[in-house]
């Protein structure tokens, strides 16, 4: 059978997911905030919706992957969201980093209308995300995961991996975001170093890389910050920055939230949390 697909949010790493659906062959109907992304998927043939409601009205699946748990709860609940227009039977993926009671917290509000939440994180940034390479993280039933098939397949060729009942991609997903700061930033201070005492930053990323300590996504990161310094201190790159270390800072708030809920100390995690702004190049440390 065929589904008809949704999605909302069309920022840095929803867009490049969001633009698999159409050229798949899929139904899609597509909502953000911005003009710009919409008019872009719209080329690439979906639809363009008014309102996350307007999305449900089109959609049997809809993906969502906006910034804040606060913007998931906007674009689902209420009488202009997404659940109020979403058919019995229906499936919302929720690909945003947020806490599992947020996820719970919409999967209430969903039950009584017959639609099945689960929270699909994601790992593997843009890039991987455009190479059909990203890794969804599942919470939810069996049967809901086999329902979204059609739509994990349509934008990625990597087998979603299931965490466990409704919450637990989240929790793993900021498991994984916790691991990739604390990496980012190792990587950060080991290349200070080594180009403080003389070494060649190439020379370590040749070592790092193969030992296998490097990954990908670490190299990627050590690559944006080599650019000149006129694009490092420019307003569109520093903008870029801010958000990114902002969303760093709330995931690993987050994973301190799940850690004292969970009874367990990460004292490192607390420690990077008060690094972000460093470890993504943000140059205004007076920022509020």
Known sequence: MTIRVGFIGLGNQGKPIAAHLAPRGLATTVYDIAPGPVAELVAGGAKAAKSPK????????VGICVAEDEHVLAVTLGDDGLLAALAPGSLVLIHSTVLPQTVERVAEAASGRGIEILDACVTGGADR??????????GGS?????????????????????????????????CNNLNTNILFAAAQEA??????????????????RANGQFTDMTLAYLKGK???EAVLSSEAYQRF?????ALAEKDLA???????KSDVSLPLTALVSQLAAG???VRNTNRK
């Open 54 to 61: 307007e999305v449900g009205q089109n959609a049997d699946v």
């Open 129 to 138: 995300a455009a190479a059909r390479r990203l890794v969804y993280m599942v």
């Open 142 to 174: 069996e049967a809901g995961l086999a329902k979204a098939m059609p739509y994990f397949e349509a934008t990625t060729d990597v087998a979603p991996i299931h965490a466990g009942p409704l919450g637990c991609g989240a929790k793993l997903k900021l």
């Open 191 to 208: 290349t200070n170093l080594a180009r403080a005492s003389g070494l060649s930053p190439e020379l370590l990323e040749q070592v790092c």
């Open 226 to 228: 080599k650019q000149p």
């Open 241 to 245: 920055s801010t958000s990114m270390a």
């Open 254 to 260: 987050w994973a301190l939230a799940l850690a004292r």
């Open 279 to 281: 470890i993504y190049g």
